[in-house]
């Protein structure tokens, strides 16, 4: 695949919507993150006109805690997000740390505060989950690339995507017709309660008895000193 100004290098995440590369910015000279979307969605005229609409007020805007995004391409078969490269840590590919009560309330501000700059814009980010934020020497969090495809009115995200259980226990209950930005905070809740506990707030044997659960605000208790916490 070419895509004008960048030198595509290793596949860092592929799924049936999007793909996810390591590139070079030829013009700079420096390493960024290209999220490549499928050529299905890219011809969609709907979708266009979303990612058009969600890239034009990113690109270029400083976001705290947002990853930076430095360009949006729109070619004859793909849509493009060009990020700045943010070195990470991804708590899917290691052990849970053992994070505090007060490490975690710091990491859910820092998260609250980037979806508020992004909510701001009018932008829903439609994937706060794990495997998208990255943890930074630092200690400070950023939250990686917007989702636009889970964010179309009337898109039913659980069909784009191929989800198991533990990945769909982070969707908002309205997932089957577009994610919003109050769905954003249901996936905040849900991150923040896995990395206080090492799991989900839910116990579902199927997706329809998750979605009960959920609809029904039905989650695992927390423990006897978190349970000050419960929303």
């Known amino acids: 695949m070419v895509i004008p100004g960048y030198k595509l290098g290793r596949e860092i995440?592929?799924?049936?919507?999007?793909?996810?590369?390591?590139?070079?910015?030829?013009?700079?000279?420096?390493?960024?993150?290209?999220?490549?979307?499928?050529?299905?969605?890219?011809?969609?005229?709907a979708f266009q006109h979303h990612?058009?609409?969600?890239?034009?007020?990113?690109?270029?805007?400083?976001?705290?805690?947002?990853?930076?995004?430095l360009d949006a391409i729109v070619t004859d078969n793909a849509c493009v997000i060009v990020t700045n490269y943010c070195p990470r840590s991804s708590l899917r590919q290691q052990e849970f740390p053992d994070f505090s009560e007060g490490k975690v309330l710091e990491i859910g501000a820092q998260l609250a505060a980037s979806l508020s700059q992004l909510h701001n814009l009018g932008i829903a980010h439609g994937a706060v989950e794990l495997s998208n934020i990255?943890?930074?020497?630092?200690?400070?969090?950023?939250?990686?690339?917007?989702?636009?495809?889970?964010?179309?009115?009337?898109?039913?995200?659980p069909q784009l995507v191929s989800q198991g259980l533990q990945d769909a226990a982070g969707l908002a209950p309205e997932a089957s017709t577009g994610l919003t930005v109050s769905s954003d905070f249901f996936s905040l809740g849900v991150v923040l309660f896995e990395l206080l506990l090492g799991r989900k707030p839910f116990n579902a044997?199927?997706?329809?008895?998750?979605e009960q659960q959920k609809r029904a605000g039905k989650y695992l208790p927390l423990p006897g000193d978190l349970a000050h916490l419960k929303p």
């Open 13 to 45: 995440q592929a799924c049936q919507d999007c793909t996810t590369y390591n590139a070079l910015d030829v013009e700079h000279s420096k390493t960024v993150v290209v999220r490549v979307f499928s050529e299905a969605l890219s011809k969609d005229p």
């Open 134 to 157: 990255s943890f930074l020497d630092n200690g400070d969090v950023v939250l990686d690339t917007v989702a636009p495809q889970r964010t179309m009115p009337g898109y039913d995200v």
């Open 51 to 69: 990612f058009r609409e969600i890239t034009d007020r990113l690109v270029d805007q400083p976001l705290p805690h947002n990853v930076d995004y």
């Open 205 to 210: 044997d199927s997706m329809a008895e998750m």
